[in-house]
């Protein structure tokens, strides 16, 4: 399977707002010789990436994000294939056990799946085109990527690092709904970047969220001592 069905304690707290909740887990940054994340050197995020958070921080679960990055990286159009399929069983699953079924396509990658094609019944289509009735959602720390159909919700991941802010800012003049993650849960302000904070961990249901809004996340895995400037406080 490339989808894991909440695996996360996260999303299984999406549960009790009644979303099945699939997620695509790649090997981040260039752990799979090909950069999956083009602003992660600029954001300084690889070295706290989530990548190692939860089940992340077993060799097992490492060995087969590599894996499946690779797949995706040399035989791209059966990977789009095979997602298909899963998002099919994901969408069978939800409905057998009542629940909206929803995708995140990016854990721990920054792909723009808006910009991959692959053949679907006939059809050169993007996944979303492939699912026009399913949701997906993203974080991605690209701020120009406008080009994104109406069932792909993105929230902009924001970093501190001074070299970074200009991309923040036109983020923030697009509208984007900004994810910080602080070190401690004190460290949470009311506002930040003048605009108002809410919690983003009692859900990762971000497309129900307002644009416009921080949403306050706190560190884990190797995040919690991140001293780059990716993580604030
Ligand atoms: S935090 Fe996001 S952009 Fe940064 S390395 Fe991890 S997956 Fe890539």
């Known amino acids: ?18 979303y099945m909740t699939g997620i695509l887990y790649l090997a981040p940054f260039t752990l799979s010789g090909i950069n999956l994340c083009p602003m992660a050197e600029k954001a300084k ?106 069932n792909y919700d993105l929230t902009y991941s924001y970093s501190g690092i001074a070299g970074y802010q200009k991309y923040v800012q036109i983020a923030i003049n697009a509208g984007m709904r900004i994810a910080t993650v602080f070190r401690n849960r004190s460290d949470i302000p009311e506002t930040f970047l003048n605009m108002r904070v809410v919690d983003g961990d009692n859900s990762d249901l971000r497309h129900l969220d307002a644009h416009g809004v921080v949403v306050a996340l706190y560190a884990k895995g190797k995040a919690r001592n991140d001293m780059s400037g990716f993580v604030v406080g």
Do not use: W
């Open 1 to 18: 399977m490339l989808l894991s069905i909440d695996t996360n304690s996260k999303t299984v707290k999406g549960q009790k707002q009644g």
């Open 45 to 150: 995020c690889h070295k706290a990436c989530l990548n190692t958070a939860g089940r992340g921080a077993f060799n097992s679960i490492q060995r087969a994000r590599l894996k499946k990055t690779q797949y995706f990286n040399n035989e791209r159009e059966l990977f789009m294939l095979e997602l298909v399929r899963d998002i099919n069983a994901l969408i069978r699953k939800a409905k057998r056990e009542d629940f909206i079924p929803i995708v995140r396509l990016n854990g721990t990658s920054d792909i723009r799946y808006e910009n991959i094609k692959f053949n679907h019944n006939g059809k050169l289509s993007t996944i979303f085109e492939a699912f026009p009735d399913i949701q997906f959602y993203d974080y991605t720390k690209i701020s120009n990527r406008r080009n994104i159909p109406d």
